[in-house]
Nanobody
Framework: QVQLVESGGGLVQTGGSLRLSCAAS????????MGWFRQAPGKERDFVAG????????FYKDSVKGRFTISRDNAKNTLYLQMNDLKPEDTAVYYC????????????????WGQGTQVTVSS
């Protein structure tokens, strides 16, 4: 019922910045949360940042605090992830996700997923 489409990934140098976008369409929830996850080869899909849509409350993976910012634009129904001071260890496919209810750090709690966008940070 909900479609999510990510964009904004690419190749950047260490210390560079990218802004990921996630456009949502279809049915929306009255109360829901969204998040960004990432998955590198050979690793589990890992929580990066989350936001409770209505309140704007945000929460982050410790290693990205101070570098990444999650935000949303209500008018555009779009989620963003501003990534600054990128490091090679940030290289992964980044996924946008949504769920009804409270925010969560667990990928298994999310109902809808985008197709992913590749972020590569070169040394």
């Amino acid at each position: 019922q909900v479609q999510l489409v990510e964009s904004g990934g690419g190749l950047v140098q260490t210390g560079g910045s990218l802004r990921l976008s996630c456009a949502a369409s279809g049915r929306t929830f009255n109360n829901y949360a969204m998040g960004w996850f990432r998955q590198a080869p050979g690793k589990e899909r890992d929580f990066v940042a989350g936001i409770v849509w209505n309140s704007g409350n945000t929460f982050y993976k410790d290693s990205v605090k101070g570098r990444f910012t999650i935000s949303r634009d209500n008018a555009k129904n779009t989620l963003y992830l501003q990534m600054n001071d990128l490091k090679p260890e940030d290289t992964a496919v980044y996924y946008c996700a949504a769920r009804a209810g409270l925010g969560s750090r667990s990928s298994s709690n999310y109902d809808y997923w985008g197709q992913g966008t590749q972020v590569t940070v070169s040394s």
